[in-house]
């Protein structure tokens, strides 16, 4: 009897010994977290046009990783380049900027062919842009880094008098050396348009109806947004708050509109942390 009580306890034993290596979901962090459990998110520039074939299916990827990491990354579609201009019916629509044509002729990217990705600004042997095919990987490196800074965006949006006030605040949660930039930018979702296409499995060659997701429409602090804090860097625990007013263009969808807000190394143009906030929530 002994020796039966004996092997049923090293058979629980064994289960607990067993139940300790038990891997819970999710299986992969997506951000990687400091002691306040802020993520470092990322910003997916997808850089495209309404006469670019093989835009759709990137813009597709780019729908593929919002689902996979959700709220820790940011999509933002650029419509800049030979592309995105205007043409003979039903390609009439205009979504360029003047930021988006200023980053576009910079970093060298519908020159190189679109679609494009620019993903937190990274660079590899001084080149900015990924092929879609990239993506994935590029984002899966960069989004278990540590977060060095957090933003916050507060929104009071009058819908009658379309005016916007804003406020980011950055806080910095490790030390930063070298000069930071702000870049305050709004962008549209759900824009309905034609797009040439050519993958027959998101539609035919002309597609008249399509959807144009997170559109860049704007700058609200210039192209290239402006410094904060001093030349040299920032301490941990530095907090440094700008705000902004706006007039929302009266044709754009408010209730379909969002701000980003991102900082990045004026050395360099890596975003070092991303956020967006919709307009009306």
């Not at 629509?93 to 970093?107: P, Q, S």
Request: aromatic share 10%; hydrophobic share 40%; with cysteine.
């Amino acid at each position: 009897m002994k020796l039966r009580l004996f092997g049923i306890l090293m058979v629980f034993v064994a289960l607990g010994m067993f139940s300790c290596d038990k891997i819970e979901p999710p299986y992969k962090q997506s951000g990687g977290e400091v002691g306040d459990g802020t993520t470092r998110k990322v910003l997916l520039e997808d850089y495209t046009g309404h006469t670019c074939v093989n835009c759709p299916s990137a813009a597709k990827v780019a729908l593929e990783l919002k689902e996979i990491y959700g709220e820790n990354i940011i999509l933002m579609g650029v419509h800049a380049g030979f592309f995105a201009m205007p043409q003979v019916s039903p390609f009439l629509m205009d979504l360029r900027t003047e930021a988006g044509e200023t980053w576009d002729t910079f970093f060298g990217i519908s020159l190189a062919g679109n679609p494009k990705g620019m993903i937190n600004r990274t660079s590899t042997g001084g080149i900015y842009y990924y092929n879609k095919g990239e993506w994935s990987s590029k984002v899966a490196s960069i989004i278990e880094d540590k977060a060095r800074a957090k933003l916050a965006i507060d929104v009071a949006y009058n819908n009658t008098s379309r005016k916007l006030e804003l406020k980011v605040t950055a806080e910095f949660l490790k030390t930063l050396s070298g000069a930071a930039k702000l870049q305050v930018l709004i962008l549209e979702d759900s824009i309905v348009g034609a797009q040439r296409n050519n993958d027959v499995n998101i539609g035919p060659p002309v597609i008249e109806d399509y959807v144009h997701r997170h559109v860049l429409r704007g700058d609200i602090n210039g192209s290239w947004g402006e410094q904060i804090g001093s030349n040299s860097g920032e301490t941990v625990g530095s907090v440094i708050e700008k705000t902004y007013s706006y007039d929302v263009n009266p044709e754009w969808v408010d209730k379909h509109c969002s701000i980003i807000a991102y900082l990045y190394y004026a050395a360099g143009y890596e975003i070092i942390q991303v956020e967006e906030a919709h307009l009306i929530p």
